[in-house]
């Protein structure tokens, strides 16, 4: 039972140059999210996803795109990178109740550190 | 806005010592979830508990038991007899509930635990 996973777990990346981090999941969620975690910041939300083809924006989206082509795969883009995206990125996934208004709690990836130099 | 403060940023106890993290939420939500989160030193992030806003029972599971005060807006996580496994960064979290759509976790910035023989 693979979860969430993550790749790469590690990139060092130019300024300016691109890439792009996959996520995917196997416990069929329908939401699926992406997080920084930067020191003394805890986790901020990204971006996130309520299904296939849909996406929002988080607390801190700016320098970020992301698409959901299949359920199971969220991909986090940096178009353009910047030192200031140095961070560790988590992916999680979170099963919808089916009342649709209670919180499960997330099944997280086990994170990509990405350097911009 | 929702908020989530850990003042402690880190605390240093010696084995089989009790130890508690304080956690301290903001929201105009009258229904809310809260969530403890566990990240080792080897960066994964694991779900521990999840506790809704009419709940205000303590939990306990082995070595861990929560205390959830609506009054203060506080719940707090303690862990009896301290072990050196327990040593990780703890997080708190709290989600809004939000029909039909994705529900976003709020971070606190964490806890870092160091536990000691």
């Known amino acids: 039972n693979a979860g969430v996973t993550q790749t790469p777990k590690f990139r060092v990346l130019k300024t300016g140059q691109s890439m792009t981090l996959l996520c995917a999941q196997d416990?069929?969620?329908?939401?699926m999210y992406w997080y920084r975690q930067d020191p003394g910041m805890g986790l901020r939300l990204i971006h996130y996803s309520v299904g296939e083809g849909t996406t929002a924006k988080g607390e801190v989206p700016d320098g970020y795109n992301v698409s959901r082509l299949k359920k199971q795969n969220f991909l986090l883009g940096l178009e353009s990178a910047a030192p200031s995206q140095t961070s560790v990125y988590f992916c999680a996934s979170s099963r919808r109740s089916s009342t649709g208004n209670i919180p499960y709690g997330y099944t997280f990836g086990s994170g990509t550190r990405l350097t911009v130099v | 806005a929702q908020k989530v403060t850990q003042a402690q940023t880190e605390i240093s106890v010696v084995e089989k010592e009790d130890v508690t993290l304080d956690c301290v939420y903001e929201?105009?939500?009258?229904?809310?979830?809260l969530f403890w989160y566990k990240q080792p030193p080897s960066g994964e992030l694991v779900f521990l508990i999840r506790?809704?806003?009419?709940?205000?029972q303590n939990e306990i599971s082995g070595r861990y038991s929560w205390n959830f005060q609506k009054s203060t807006s506080s719940f707090n996580f303690t862990i009896t007899a301290s072990q050196v496994v327990d040593s990780a960064v703890y997080f708190c979290a709290l989600s809004e509930v939000s029909t039909g759509t994705a529900s976003k976790l709020t971070f606190g910035t964490g806890t870092r635990l160091q536990v000691t023989l």
């Open positions: 929201t105009r939500d009258t229904t809310y979830y």
């Open positions: 416990m069929n969620h329908e939401y």
């Open positions: 506790r809704n806003s009419f709940d205000e």
